[in-house]
């Protein structure tokens, strides 16, 4: 058990989150009144699923939360009834987004590669695009190896005709980040989604590329950070992972 003032300051900490400029705030979002701690969830977002299969714990913590920016600011809609539900559930919500895609150990990129198996994983440049070696074979071996620690195909598109084996990723929605990648002189980039655009970058800097979902590619700091957690503070955790194909 630990009071949820203190389970945030020690997230927040160990998340190093006072350091990233983001697209929400990170940490608590939504405070149901339990200030003792005993039971918590992970998933990747506060969807209404997720909310409601939550009823049971004292507090959900999420990858993907509440009040994005530039987003209509009124507890309305479908936040509103998320909201609705989390308090009348008694749930408090805490999320953290930037934060824990770049943990170096907790952090979706650096579970991303510890799962792959890539050698020499490391932050690329000191940012959130992280980059290791693949020693397995080629992109065939590549796709498969996803496809297995994923349980979804990837989109693949190919760059050029040289191996893969210099690799760059970053999960979610960080398709962008393949200049960056081939900048650095990687052979393949990976990341969640793609956009249109995407495919035509691959080609034209000479880098594959793979799209291996933004959820699937961010289930597994989340988990992590839980894990951590309840080990820490003698807590109980389970993780809700509702299916997500993009």
Not at 37 to 43: F, K, L, N, P
Not at 63 to 80: A, D, V
């Amino acid at each position: 058990m630990i009071e949820l003032n203190k389970l945030e300051q020690y997230c927040n900490e160990l998340l190093s989150a006072a350091e990233f400029e983001d697209y929400c705030p990170n940490g608590l979002q939504v405070e149901s009144g339990k200030l003792a701690i005993e039971r918590i969830a992970t998933a990747v977002t506060a969807s209404q699923a997720v909310v409601e299969a939550a009823a049971d714990v004292d507090l959900l913590l999420v990858h993907h939360g509440y009040f994005w920016r530039g987003e209509s600011l009124p507890l309305t809609g479908i936040k509103g009834r998320r909201i609705r539900t989390l308090i009348g559930n008694g749930t408090s919500l805490m999320a953290y987004h930037l934060p824990l895609d770049a943990h170096p150990t907790l952090g979706n990129n650096a579970r991303l590669g510890e799962l792959m198996g890539f050698d020499k994983a490391v932050p690329l440049n000191k940012g959130l695009v992280w980059q290791g070696e693949w020693a397995e074979g080629g992109q065939e071996a590549l796709s498969d190896r996803l496809a297995q620690v994923l349980g979804r195909q990837p989109l693949f598109i190919k760059g050029h005709g040289g191996d893969t084996r210099h690799v760059g990723w970053c999960t979610g929605a960080a398709q962008s980040a393949i200049v960056e990648a081939a900048a650095a002189g990687l052979d393949t980039f990976i990341s969640g989604e793609i956009s249109e655009s995407t495919t035509h970058l691959a080609r034209e800097l000479g880098i594959h590329y793979f799209a291996a979902g933004h959820h699937a590619t961010e289930r597994y700091g989340i988990q992590a950070l839980g894990q951590h957690l309840a080990e820490q503070f003698d807590l109980t955790h389970r993780f809700i992972d509702e299916i997500n194909p993009v």
